[in-house]
């Protein structure tokens, strides 16, 4: 049996349990290898009941030898009570609240293993454990091999739908008894030099840790095995990733020539004088620019730090070059507010700009398509729209791609691909913490802008409930009174859009008709049409209109430096990031803005955030902190983010393993022992990148 083995081939597992496997991308023995224990039990020290003191954890072997349910009428919310006894003749009792669900699964006579915190109950004077851990030893299932499940260090498995800790136990330790040891291709002296055993004593002792392995380490996921699986993860995919940065610097791109003449043009354009921060990037855009391989880039920069300016910059290096740009959006709203901001700026320059959205008309599309496929236009900005076969661009010569955390390295690729070779920048406005930009973004450059505009005053954010929001209108008459305009906005439930622009439809006539009657107000959602859309925006941009009701649609981009209050309704429905960058669209101008955070009922990390949101504006520490309640896959919110679907790894708890691994895998691409090693290395990536981590392949 070796790694590649199908899992049928394992003792025990017929095609029903491989069905409930799969389900879970446990195809292989590798795969069932590499779903590893999430916690390990010392069962290695047993005691009896009557050994039992009261404060300590301990494991014990005992019989079921009474159940009942108790209390309330509805079973479910019951109390589900039993009394253990083993040869010690001792009672304990187990108590699981909520526990209706336990009848069907202890039963009388059942032997288990308990583990859990015992306490000494002085009403009844009985030893008891509260929702213990347990694992039942006796019970319909085959799998015998009881010297596996007690008597030494256990690993715990999360639960594969029917199939329990217990059983997945047996079935990995049969796998691994039966597995022929194969080469380590991890490279030797990075496995000498960090001291970690070889391939196979790893995944046998992440599994089945030896007789004097220290618990705190297996639980903290730090034993030399674990270290050694975790490592190993992220080295293969960043010596993955170092492949494919190191590949796209020797295609061919597009040497621009950047000489006094562009850099007039740059200046003309410019409408104010950069900030340091801006400056510095830009010479790194250019660089890249210069040189005659693509240019990978991505722009980070917290909200308002003036990224679009920087991407108006290279715009105009291109275009001065003879080239097309492509500029694409996330959403409708903020391609279209790019559209004004872009023809705005590049029209001085005698530039014409197409904007592709998904609301045009057939006819109109086909015009505009018509004039970026002549060349006649120097910039199209769109959506997805952008992306569709038909769109063809004359000389596509740099592609930017503005809030990419939205879009798909699959999207990213499709809009290189209207091109040969184009140079790209990436922004994004949600700083992404260190290690997950290593893993998603590993294969750009990073420029980060780290300054805001000058004369900027931090937003003052605050906390209101909605027996509050009288003097939150009150607040925002005065804000008005004083010549400044506001923006009033509801959650979009992601399923549904119409739902949030019924509730925003309704808040505008609420707050148009009966609470400012004299205040002009606008609506925005995401079902007005684009020339609609776009007439609403150029209202609140001229300050016709002073308050915006809106959906989400405003989150990223919009710009009207005169806003200086953003209210949120429901703000405990919204994530952190999302309510970061709504709070964003103010402090852009020179008046103190406000961000106030309107709530009903809130959960725990609902309040986490708000709090979160009103102690900081600091970007990076939001991210950090929306990392940590979420986690990395909900971070992102979308399957094609690029994020690596890791096994062993975490990457929020194994960030400094993460860095080691980048580390040597840098160093090993770009000095390998011998050809051979590296040869190898890239057939083994080959092979394994897509399938172990999701990504595109390496080519
Ligand atoms: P973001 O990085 O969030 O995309 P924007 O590019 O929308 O930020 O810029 C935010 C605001 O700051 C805009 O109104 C922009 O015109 C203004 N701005 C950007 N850079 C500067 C600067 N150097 N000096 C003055 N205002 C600036
Ligand atoms: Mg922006």
């Known amino acids: 049996m070796d790694l590649t083995t199908p899992l049928t081939y394992v003792k025990g597992i017929g095609p029903a349990r491989a069905a409930m496997l799969e389900a879970k991308g446990l195809v292989t023995v590798e795969d069932l290898l590499g779903y590893v224990p999430f916690r390990y039990e010392d069962r290695s020290n047993m005691k009896t009941i009557a050994q039992l003191a009261p404060g300590e954890m301990a494991t014990v072997i005992a019989e079921v030898r009474a159940a009942k349910l108790s209390g309330f009428k509805r079973r479910n919310l019951g109390l589900f009570e039993v009394r253990f006894t083993d040869a010690s003749r001792a009672i304990l009792v187990g108590k699981w609240f909520h526990g209706g669900y336990l009848a069907n699964v202890l039963g009388e006579g059942m032997r288990v293993a308990l583990f859990g915190k015992v306490e000494f109950d002085s009403y009844s004077g009985e030893l008891t454990m509260l929702h213990p851990e347990f694992e039942t030893l006796s019970g319909d299932d085959d799998e015998g091999e009881a010297a596996l499940h007690v008597g030494h260090i256990v690993p ?44 196979f004593t790893a995944i046998r002792q992440t599994h089945f840790p030896p007789p004097d392995s220290d618990l705190r380490l297996l639980n903290a996921f730090r034993s030399p095995a674990q270290f050694r699986l975790i490592f190993e993860e992220f080295f293969w995919l960043e010596c993955g990733v170092a492949l494919k940065r190191g590949k796209a610097r020797t295609l061919p791109g597009i040497a621009f020539q950047i000489d006094d003449r562009v850099r007039e043009k740059v200046k003309a354009m410019l409408p104010f004088k950069p900030t340091a921060a801006q400056k510095r990037v830009i010479q790194e855009i250019a660089g890249d620019m210069r040189e005659p391989h693509p240019m990978n880039r991505l722009l980070q920069g917290d909200v308002g730090s003036g990224k679009t300016i920087v991407a108006a910059e290279a715009a105009v290096i291109a275009i001065e070059n003879g080239y097309q740009v492509a500029v694409l959006a996330p959403t409708e709203i903020l391609a279209t507010q790019h559209g004004l901001y872009f ?15 998904g609301s045009f008309s057939s006819r109109e599309k086909g015009q505009l398509k018509k004039l970026v496929a002549e060349g006649l236009a120097q910039v199209a900005i769109g959506t997805h729209a952008l992306l569709e076969k038909d769109v063809e661009f004359k000389n596509l010569g740099l592609a930017i791609v503005d809030e990419q955390h939205r879009f798909g390295v699959m999207q990213r690729l499709g809009l290189v691909q209207k091109g040969v070779h184009p140079d790209v920048l990436v922004m994004t406005a949600t700083p992404i913490p260190r290690t997950l930009a290593m893993t998603v ?38 804000q008005i009174d004083q010549g400044r305009q506001a923006y009033v906005v509801y959650p979009v439930i992601e399923e549904s859009e119409t739902q949030a622009m019924k509730a925003a439809q309704k808040m505008y006539e609420h707050l148009s008709r009966e609470v400012f009657p004299e205040i002009p107000v606008g609506l925005m959602h995401g079902r007005l049409g684009a020339e609609e859309r776009e007439a609403v925006m150029q209202r609140f941009k001229d300050g016709h209109t002073k308050i915006l009701v809106s959906t989400t649609v405003i989150e990223v981009g919009v710009d009207v430096p005169n806003a200086s209050v953003m209210v949120v309704e429901q703000a405990e429905r919204f994530g952190l990031a999302q309510l970061h960058q709504l709070r964003g669209r103010v402090g852009r101008g020179a008046a103190q803005s406000y961000c106030i955070l309107v709530t009903g009922k809130m959960n725990d990390t609902a309040r986490q955030r708000i709090r979160t949101l009103v102690e900081s504006t600091d970007g990076f520490y939001i991210s950090e902190m929306d990392l940590k309640l979420r986690g990395p896959g909900e971070f992102f919110g979308t399957k094609q983010s690029g994020l690596p679907s890791l096994r062993v790894a975490n990457i929020l708890r194994d960030g400094e393993i993460l860095e080691i ?11 390998p022992p011998s050809e051979e090693d590296l040869r190898r290395a890239v ?16 080519g």
């Open 661 to 671: 691994a980048r580390r040597e895998a840098v160093d090993f691409i770009a000095r």
């Open 156 to 199: 715990i498995y999360e639960g594969v739908s029917k199939l329990t800790t217990r059983v997945l136990r047996a079935f990995t330790h049969r796998a691994i008894e039966a597995l022929a040891p194969e080469e380590d291709l991890l490279p030797e002296h990075i496995r000498r030099q960090l001291k970690m055993p070889d391939r």
């Open 441 to 478: 973004y590993g294969d750009l450059d990073v420029s980060v802008i780290d300054e805001l505009p000058p004369g900027r005053k931090p937003i003052i954010t605050r906390h209101a409930t909605d027996d509050g929001i009288e003097q939150v209108y009150s607040f925002l008459k005065k």
């Open 343 to 357: 023809k705005q700026i590049l029209s001085r320059l005698g530039y014409v700009t197409a904007l592709l959205t």
């Open 683 to 698: 057939a083994y990536i080959r092979d394994h990148w897509q399938r172990r981590y999701g990504l595109v392949t390496v």
